[in-house]
């Protein structure tokens, strides 16, 4: 079935370092990809996506280009700030099977000033 | 516009104790959402509703009962609490992206605390 693999975590970082989040995916078609973002003690919210291939989301200073040759949706910032530390999680939306999304792991990210 | 709510943000429960986690969107979508997410883990689906009058379980149903009251609640029943039950639960819900019939966008509500003991 579909499936979203993430790169393990934590990525401790400096501030102003550049961040990588790799995010390869499984899925028959052409799925969505999203990449949420979730800070200490709140819920999950949209960072940025992408509804077809080469696509590029981006928000925020954060960007990911949707590679359908290489199947993947890294996601990727020039600049770091303390204030990007979070848990990242890339996820899909199925063209088939039973559910309607499926998430990553997460990739808990930490800046340091 | 409120987004995604829920009710309550924090709860402590006794083994065996009954509670309703409740769950309301005002964003007219038709898909609605319950996960778990446990220290240092990812989401885990436990049930999900395409629509209204429609239910399905996710990932991990067990020792949970849910209820889509209309098209904007999602509530979610654990009947006898068990302390593998202690997380955090997140509501959440989804439109359409446009003709395609896949989901667009997910928002997530703020969270319950649910601690059992």
């Known amino acids: 079935g579909d499936s979203v693999t993430q790169m393990e975590g934590p990525v401790t970082l400096s501030e102003e370092a550049f961040l990588t989040i790799n995010c390869t995916y499984t899925a028959t078609g052409y799925p969505s990809l999203f990449w949420y973002v979730q800070y200490p003690g709140e819920g999950l919210q949209l960072l940025l996506k992408a509804t077809k291939a080469d696509d590029k989301g981006s928000n925020k200073g954060f960007e990911a280009t949707y590679r359908k040759e290489t199947t993947s949706f890294h996601l990727e910032k020039g600049s770091v700030q303390v204030s990007d530390s979070a848990v990242y999680f890339c996820?899909?939306?199925?063209?088939?099977?039973?559910?309607?999304?499926?998430f990553g792991t997460g990739t808990r990210l930490k800046v340091l000033a | 516009n409120a987004g995604v709510t829920q009710t309550p943000k924090f709860q402590v429960l006794k083994t065996g104790q009954s509670m309703t986690l409740q769950c309301a969107q005002d964003m007219n979508h038709n898909s609605m959402y319950w996960y778990r997410q446990d220290p240092g883990m990812g989401l885990r689906l436990i049930y999900y509703?395409?629509?209204?009058?429609?239910?399905d379980k996710g990932e991990v149903p067990n020792g949970y009962n849910v209820s889509r009251l209309n098209k904007r609640e999602f509530s979610l029943r654990l009947e006898s609490a068990a302390p593998s039950q202690t997380s955090v639960y997140f509501c959440?819900?989804?439109?359409?992206?446009?003709?395609?019939?896949?989901?667009?966008?997910?928002?997530f509500g703020p969270g319950t605390r649910l601690t059992v003991l």
């Open positions: 996820a899909l939306t199925p063209t088939s099977g039973t559910y309607k999304y499926i």
């Open positions: 509703s395409a629509s209204e009058g429609t239910t």
């Open positions: 959440a819900s989804s439109g359409y992206l446009g003709s395609s019939g896949r989901e667009d966008t997910q928002y």
